[in-house]
């Protein structure tokens, strides 16, 4: 290890040129990257929010939340369902494949 070293110490104008070769392939790098101001990409997941004023968490589980979960068991390319319930309030993430088209 302390050879290369030395040699790279010995031999500058070695040096220089990968210094020179790095800066150019990080500058073709640069300018071949795709750039955009506003990538366009695609979620996989939907969040659905109910609101239901004066209902207890367990009345918002019981009528809301399992009667969204058994209709959404028969969607195909849905892989995982989260759902809350609270005081007056659920929600449910459904999160499908990649490339799928959600609406």
Same mark, same amino acid.
């Given at each position: 290890?302390?050879?290369? !070293?030395?040699?790279?110490?010995?031999?500058?104008?070695?040096?220089?040129?990968?210094?020179?070769?790095?800066?150019?392939?990080? =500058?073709? /790098?640069?300018?071949?990257?795709?750039?955009?101001?506003?990538?366009?990409?695609?979620?996989?997941? %939907?969040? =659905?929010? %109910?609101?239901?004023? /004066?209902?207890?968490?367990?009345?918002?589980?019981?009528?809301?939340?399992?009667?969204?979960?058994?209709?959404?068991?028969?969607?195909?390319?849905?892989?995982?369902?989260?759902?809350?319930?609270?005081?007056?309030?659920?929600? !449910?993430?459904?999160?499908?494949?990649?490339?799928?088209?959600?609406?």
């Amino acid at each position: 290890m302390r050879s290369i !070293i030395g040699w790279w110490a010995n031999n500058p104008v070695a040096a220089n040129l990968l210094m020179v070769g790095i800066l150019l392939a990080g =500058i073709l /790098g640069f300018t071949a990257m795709e750039r955009e101001a506003f990538p366009i990409f695609e979620d996989n997941s %939907v969040s =659905i929010e %109910v609101i239901w004023p /004066g209902a207890a968490p367990q009345e918002v589980e019981e009528q809301i939340l399992f009667r969204i979960e058994e209709a959404l068991k028969d969607i195909d390319n849905v892989y995982r369902v989260y759902s809350t319930a609270q005081e007056s309030f659920a929600r !449910i993430e459904v999160h499908t494949y990649a490339n799928v088209e959600i609406e």
